[in-house]
């Protein structure tokens, strides 16, 4: 795989003058690389990993399986489009797996406004013969960063010669 | 109680470690961000522990043959015939030790004796000197410098040749000033050793760490040295393997066959579930290498070049997993940086002179750690720089 996309995954905030040295290569050319993905739309965007659990009246995370019917001419498109573009609904994914076809996780205030949204704008699409949600209690870890894990404690080296 | 009476005084006189007296205050504070520790931040490959847990399960939990499993030893022969290209039979010429240190320890003692010298350069590990001392050895210290990327050249060692030299230490990749020595330079060193009829411990542990297009080269390599060289390497570095306690050395059957007997008396043999697994590390594992150099790699070039650019220079290291940058802008000593450094700061790394007092004016960074921490400590050490402008 691209080392390059490979250290923008694991840390958006290295400077390009920082990837340039780590892969041996001059800053003009990873510049250009990077613009490259963005315009072939490989990198789709940064955002921030945020431990929710840590900020105060914060969301409620559920993920939310369900299984569909597969339209002749589109298969499960019209129906991932649709569960996409909800603004509560922060990922979709297509599965291959015997018992789910969508899998997708959305936020709400609530418990309750997240099982609503579920009943009301999910299970009654035509396409969707059944829903399973999944509610989060903890996010132990996202984007490959693992939460509630300070440093210090991660470091179970000893101090030796 | 007055112990002084019934202690050996060579050993009263030893220094304690100048590493330790920095890990002690990182101990005691919070929130420290460590780039001091001296071993591989990767865990030993899966396949290995595996092989490690298989054996336990097994039961095969017995001593081994006082050298090491003859499995091993031919494992070793043929990784070194493969890596680096030297023969050593695995009946007489190989010895499977309690890491590294244990190796470079009974060959120091199986060499030296009252009034010979031993040259030992530096910066280097802290363990050659205080064993030359307990072998009744005098160790002879050759200072490297930065203006030769710290290796050793030939005309520092002649000028340090006595009648009375015995050994040579050559800690190349060099922990630590990361500091190799290419095979010219190995070339050049060897005609002054046959000059002069001295013995070689060559200290290779860093062997597989070594970065750019050329490969390590093994002193044993170069014309005419095998016979006069023990090379010690081991698991720990180049297989993620500290805490195993497993390394070796090869070298002439004469030798090996004395250190084997020292090695017999005080240790047995080498754990038995470690030299299992580093069978296992030595058929299996070259691609478990090769990725941890290359993210190593990595890593020290993001760190080196963020030194640079912040005014506190370094040569370029080309092996091991330290950097060795200059701290004189700082106008500080070594020990006053890293002092203040974790203070202020709190980052540690370790002041040069724990490696020898040549190494006043430079500090060891470790970039054995997650590219997410050596950022964080970067931009700790750049606001400290500011902060003292």
């Not at chain 1, 409620?60 to 996409?84: C, H, M, N, Q, R």
């Not at chain 2, 039961?59 to 015939?81: D, K, V």
Request: charged residues 25%; aromatic residues 10%.
């Amino acid at each position: 795989m691209d080392k390059l996309l490979e250290l923008i995954n694991q840390n958006s905030e290295f400077t390009t003058a920082q990837l340039a040295a780590m892969l041996g290569e001059n800053e003009a050319d990873i510049i250009k690389r990077i613009n490259t993905y963005k315009e072939n739309g490989i990198i789709k965007g940064y955002k921030a990993i945020i431990n929710w659990d840590k900020v105060p009246d914060s969301d409620v995370t559920a993920i939310i399986e369900l299984k569909v019917t597969p339209k002749a001419e589109t298969g499960f498109d019209d129906t991932l489009k649709i569960v996409a573009s909800y603004d509560n609904v922060e990922s979709v994914y297509l599965a291959a797996s015997s018992s789910y076809d969508i899998i997708a996780t959305a936020r709400g205030k609530t418990i309750q406004e997240i099982a609503e949204f579920v009943s009301k704008r999910l299970s009654t699409l035509d396409t969707v013969i059944g829903t399973a949600t999944n509610f989060v209690l903890t996010q132990y870890k996202d984007g490959g960063i693992i939460f509630n894990e300070d440093d210090e404690s991660s470091e179970q080296r000893s101090l030796i010669l | 109680m007055d112990y002084s009476k019934f202690l050996n005084d060579k050993v009263r006189y030893i220094k304690p470690s100048g590493i330790r007296k920095f890990f002690d205050i990182a101990n005691e504070m919070d929130h420290v961000i460590s780039l001091s520790i001296g071993e591989p931040d990767f865990t030993t490959p899966w396949h290995v522990r595996q092989e490690g847990i298989e054996t336990l399960r097994k039961g095969h939990t017995w001593y081994s043959p006082n050298r090491g499993f003859i499995e091993l030893r031919n494992q070793i022969s043929n990784y070194f015939a493969r890596r680096f290209n030297v023969e050593y039979n695995p009946d007489e010429e190989i010895l499977v030790t309690v890491g590294g240190s244990e190796a470079i320890d009974l060959c120091i003692r199986a060499l030296v004796q009252q009034g010979d010298e031993v040259l030992i350069p530096q910066p280097a590990f802290v363990c050659y000197e205080p064993m030359t001392v307990m072998a009744d050895g005098t160790p002879v210290i050759i200072k490297t410098k930065a203006e030769n990327g710290f290796r050793l050249t030939a005309e520092e060692l002649e000028s340090h040749i006595t009648p009375k030299t015995k050994l040579l230490i050559l800690p190349f990749p060099n922990n630590p000033t990361g500091a190799v020595m290419r095979r010219q330079h190995l070339e050049e060193i060897a005609r002054v050793v046959k000059k002069h009829d001295i013995m070689v411990l060559s200290d290779e542990i860093y062997a597989e760490l070594t970065y750019g297009k050329e490969r390590h080269v093994s002193f044993a390599d170069i014309k005419g040295m095998k016979d006069r060289t023990i090379v010690v390497n081991g698991f720990s570095k180049a297989y993620a393997m500290t805490g195993w306690r497993l390394g070796y050395a090869v070298g002439p059957a004469e030798v090996i066959s004395q250190m084997t007997k020292l090695h017999q008396y005080a240790i047995m043999s080498a754990p038995t579930t470690a030299q299992y697994a580093a069978i296992e590390a030595l058929k299996h594992g070259d691609k478990d290498i090769e990725h941890m150099r290359s993210e190593y790699d990595i890593r020290r070039r993001l760190i080196v070049d963020e030194f640079c650019r912040m005014g506190l220079t370094c040569f370029e290291p080309e092996g091991a997993f330290y950097v060795f940058p200059s701290i004189k802008v700082s106008g500080m000593t070594s020990e006053e940086f890293c002092e203040q450094l974790i203070f202020s700061q709190r980052v540690a790394i370790i002041p040069g002179t724990a490696f020898g007092e040549c190494g006043e004016g430079f500090a060891r960074v470790s970039y054995s750690y997650s590219l997410k921490h050596i950022k964080e400590a970067l931009e700790r050490i750049e606001r400290f720089l500011n902060e003292k402008k």
